[in-house]
Structures are given as C-alpha cells and as structure tokens.
C-alpha cells in the first residue's frame, strides 16, 4: 500500500503511471488521496496503542447475551454517551445483575472495528457504584457547592405572597403534578399553572429539567417555579443532585420551590432551592395562600380595626365632652366675669391709693395751712393788735410817718376802722412797748398776704 496507480483521464493505449501515497494525513490533497482501508488501519493502529482506563457513567441502555452484554454509559453532567462492550467472563463477576440507570465504574479500553468502522470500548473489569460510595461524592459535591455559597441563606429569594403564574416541573400527568394542581387550586381556585413535563429519573431527566427551567425563567408571567417529583429510591432521585442542575437552580432569577420525594429524601436541589418543600403537597400548601384563611383573617382584621375605631371615637367624644365641659366653654362669660372682678379689683386698689394719696396731701396741706396760719398777720389781729396804715396804703411803723389831722386805716381782725389822727408822739422805752412795736412790725410784713385772703 505504499504506491497507486493512477492515470489521465481521455488518454486510451497509453500506460498508467504510479505516484506515492501521502505519508501523512497533512499531505494527503484531492489530488493524492487515501484509500479508506489505509485510513481504517492507521485509525487502528493509532486506538490500540492507548492504554486501558477507568470511567465511570450510568447504563443507560443495556442489551444482554450469552457471550458478551452490550451497554451504552451515559455522562448526566454534558449529556455524553459512549458504548461499551462486556465479555460474559467480566459481566458474571458483579455480585448482582446489571439494570438500566444503574451507576458502574467499567475498566476499557478502546476497540476500533475494521469491518463496520465503529468503534467501541472493550471492558476488562466492571463494577457497580455502591450507596455507601455514591453519598461519599454526593456529600463531597455538598460541600464544594456549599464552599462556593450556593447554599448561603442570604442568596435565597423570597416567594411572592400569592404568585400570578406558578410554573411546574414534573413528569407527565404524574401524581406530583396532580397533587400540586389540586392542592393549590383547593386553597386558591384562581391559581394558573405553566407546566413543562420532563422526565424526572433516568439519563434524560437533568437535560430536559435543565431545558424546562430555562423556559420557565425566561418567562415574564412566571413568578415561581416548582420542580416536584414523587418518591423514590436514592438511584431514582439521583438526577435531583446533579451539578449542572443545581448551579442552573442557583442562576434562576424566578425562586424556586424543590419538592422532591418524600421528607426522608434530601436531594441537593432542596439546599439550593429557595424553598424547600417536604412533599409536592407540601409544597402547593406553601406557594399560595389558602383564600378560607385569607377570608378569616379579613374578618378579624375588619373586628379589630372596628373595635380599634369604637374605642377611638369613645375616647374622642369623651375628650370633646371634658372640653365642652371646660368653664371656658360651658360658661365663657367667666373669662370676662373674671376679668371684670380683676380690672374692679384694680380698680378699687387704684382709688384706694388715690384716696391714699390725696388724703396724705389733704393733710400735709392741712400742716402747711396750719403752719401759714400760724404765720397770718390774720393770727395776730385775731389776738387783739392792729395795723395802721397811711393813707397812700403802707402800714405805719412810726408815728413820724403821720401828721395830727391825717386820716388812717385801722385793720383789725374784723374789719377795718377809720380814724383821724389827733397826736403824735414816740414810744417810749419799755418792755412792752418794744413787744407791741415787734407785733405792729410783724403784722406790716404779713399784710399782703392777709390783704389777699
């Protein structure tokens, strides 16, 4: 096979030339070629040369023989498949038969068929993943997801307190599906459902659980979602606590409610939903409010808002019934009866200080007039003297101010007398003279002022 014969097409009677084939599959072209058997045996020769390996899937299809068993193993997380043969030597060593969805760790290595040009994976050693081995990586995958924060509280959302659109993830016409529809419409009758049925157990239930949330989370009307599954056994449930579901949980914008199984079961899907429910019937009690309750707690809330407002208004009226009741208001004339007793009050004290006032100036002018009495040339005359006055008026001191045969006026206390003078002489020395000219002279000086009253 390392030469081909090849000739020009149209050209008769001439002989064919041979060219070398490629030694590469780089340098094969249109013009030189390889033949598929060339192909096939370096394909061949290429597998045989990988060694043996250890992969683990689950059977997902399974076609037994006298001689050998034919299976397919199935990768959930990329949805991947890859046929396997098994001699009947290496498939009686498992302890128990092998069924379709059970989990096996196959020791291979790859086969390719000239004949039919298929190739395969031949099995030298199978084994079957055991419970205790499969909550061993399911408890690990637990924690690297919880290390990561998928399962933190604070990431949860909250559920809308009576949802528009519930959308539903189950298998079709399912009792998880009819459990969830009729408990909800029996608590809220105007409940609308958006179901998307998908397998819930076997390869295709993470693909196709995947493809129904994306819709459901792309969707404006949804505004929960509710992944519900009846129960099962632990292989059964398995699809619920795949990686690429839970992460694809974590991503929804819409909150998700996971009931899956029974209360015993605990999928990861139920530590990274935002709600978990026990039981599908659990989780339709949980989305919606039950309208019996809702109506009750109207009720109540309209008799303690009622009493609230009775026992407002009592206290109100009472109050407005104290103010009515105020003086101020039930006898508004006291405020100025007060205030008239006040300014009388005021009143009273001011003519009292008035009357105070006037009656000390009444008597300190009492005083004066006492004092102005006492001074009077009046007080004087009123004793028996006189006052002598000339003729032009002025009061006579001494007798040589008058002639004999001038007239005066005599002043006495009680009138006025009017005399002639017959004779004049001076006073002589003594005592008493002196006293009376002291008198006659006192009275000269008061005589305005007595002359004026």
């Not at 370096?42 to 299976?71: C, F, H, P």
């Not at 059970?102 to 020791?107: A, C, E, G, K, P």
């Not at 839970?246 to 990861?268: F, Q």
């Not at 100036?361 to 009495?373: D, I, K, M, N, Y």
Request: charged residues 25%; hydrophobic residues 40%.
């Amino acid at each position: 096979m390392a030469e081909r014969i090849t000739g020009t097409p149209g050209t008769l009677g001439e002989s064919p030339q041979q060219a070398p084939l490629a030694p590469t599959a780089a340098e094969t072209s249109a013009e030189n070629p390889w033949p598929v058997s060339l192909l096939a045996h370096k394909m061949k020769a290429y597998i045989d040369r990988m060694s043996t390996v250890w992969v683990e899937g689950q059977v997902i299809e399974l076609n037994n023989r006298a001689k050998a068993s034919y299976l397919t193993l199935h990768d959930t997380t990329e949805d991947i498949s890859l046929p396997v043969q098994i001699w009947g030597n290496v498939r009686d060593r498992l302890s128990s038969p092998l069924t379709e969805g059970s989990r096996v760790v196959v020791q291979a290595k790859a086969n390719y068929w000239l004949a039919k040009g298929r190739l395969t994976m031949q099995a030298y050693d199978i084994r079957a993943v055991g419970l205790g081995e499969l909550l061993a990586r399911l408890e690990q995958l637990k924690q690297m997801l919880a290390a990561e924060g998928l399962f933190d509280p604070a990431h949860k959302q909250r559920l809308p307190f009576l949802p528009q659109r519930i959308g539903l993830i189950t298998g079709h016409d399912s009792d998880a599906q009819k459990d969830v529809m009729r408990n909800a419409g029996l608590r809220w009758p105007a409940v609308e459902f958006e179901v998307r049925n998908a397998a819930t157990q076997g390869t295709q239930a993470v693909p196709q659980v995947l493809e129904a949330l994306r819709a459901l989370d792309e969707d404006p009307a949804v505004d929960v979602i509710v992944v519900a599954r009846g129960g099962g056994s632990m292989e059964d449930l398995l699809p619920f606590s795949n990686e690429a579901l839970v992460r694809a949980v974590y991503a929804a914008r819409t909150p998700v409610v996971s009931a899956i199984g029974h209360e015993a079961d605990r999928p990861l899907l139920d530590e990274v939903a935002d709600l978990r429910a026990s039981t599908p019937t659990d989780a339709a009690k949980r989305i919606v409010p039950d309208v019996a309750e809702e109506q009750m707690g109207i009720l109540q809330a309209r008799a303690s808002l009622d009493g609230v407002l009775d026992r407002m208004l009592t206290a109100e009226l009472r109050a407005l019934a104290d103010v009515r009741n105020r003086p101020v208001l039930a006898q508004p004339e006291s405020m100025l009866t007060a205030r008239r007793q006040d300014v009388a009050a005021l009143r009273g004290r001011a003519w009292q200080a008035q009357a105070g006032l006037v009656s000390r100036a009444g008597a300190e002018v009492e005083h004066l007039r006492a004092q102005v009495r006492s001074l009077s040339p009046l007080n004087t005359l009123a004793r028996g003297y006189a006052v002598v006055q000339a003729p032009d008026g002025s009061a006579v001191r001494s007798h040589e101010q008058v002639s004999p045969g001038d007239q005066v006026s005599i002043r006495v206390a009680s009138g006025r007398i009017t005399a002639t003078v017959d004779e004049t002489a001076p006073a002589p020395h003594g005592t008493q003279e002196t006293s009376g000219a002291q008198e006659t002279h006192g009275a000269e000086h008061t005589h305005p002022t007595d002359d004026h009253n």
